[in-house]
């Protein structure tokens, strides 16, 4: 279990120079924009605008905070997507732009390399305690508010918000939360695309 505090993130700016990203993990690690398998990173979007596109990328968007944004998602019929919507994937190679709803927004960005990779990214409520099984090859559990303790074969770490844990070929899980806390589950398994 690798414990990622949220004070050691990577700041960096956007690919095509429009914002900030500030990189939460990356694999392999210190893996630049053009040569990762997988990126997990957070971004202040506070304009309208085009996204950087990734060739041979697949991408799912969640709202962290903020009143949301609608996608244009070339192909798709536009979206909104907002705090209380599910993950939002879609490939990164398509043409996509964004118009915010109301102010700056906070997404949490996953992506992965289609030739190698597919994920899934799911939200979750923890109070009080509940087990978790994962099949992935890699789970990255993200706190997006509260804190959460992981416990897994007689080890403990307590995530706080916007710390994060990876987990390689995880075993089962007990999360618990003396509060009601929000997780967003990351699962990274071998694959093209689903």
């Avoid at 924009?33 to 979007?45: G, K, Q």
């Amino acid at each position: 279990m690798k414990i990622l505090r949220s004070n050691e993130y990577r700041r960096m700016p956007w690919k095509n120079g429009g914002g900030e990203t500030v990189e939460i993990a990356v694999s392999p690690e210190r893996a630049s924009l053009s040569d990762f398998d997988w990126r997990i990173s957070m971004a202040t979007v506070a304009s309208d605008g085009s996204f950087s596109t990734f060739p041979g990328i697949d991408r799912t968007l969640s709202i962290l905070e903020g009143a949301g944004m609608t996608l244009a998602i070339e192909g798709r019929q536009p979206k909104l997507l907002t705090v209380a919507d599910a993950p939002l994937s879609f490939p990164a190679d398509a043409p996509t732009s964004a118009a915010l709803r109301d102010g700056p927004v906070i997404d949490l960005n996953v992506m992965t390399r289609r030739s190698a990779l597919k994920h899934r990214v799911r939200r979750l409520h923890v109070e009080g305690s509940q087990s978790l099984e994962s099949h992935a090859r890699e789970l990255i559990v993200f706190c997006h508010r509260g804190s959460v303790t992981l416990a897994a074969e007689g080890v403990t770490a307590t995530l706080h918000a916007l710390d994060a844990a990876i987990l390689v070929q995880p075993p089962p899980l007990t999360l618990s939360a003396d509060i009601a806390s929000g997780l967003f589950l990351v699962e990274m398994m071998p694959g093209g695309a689903a």
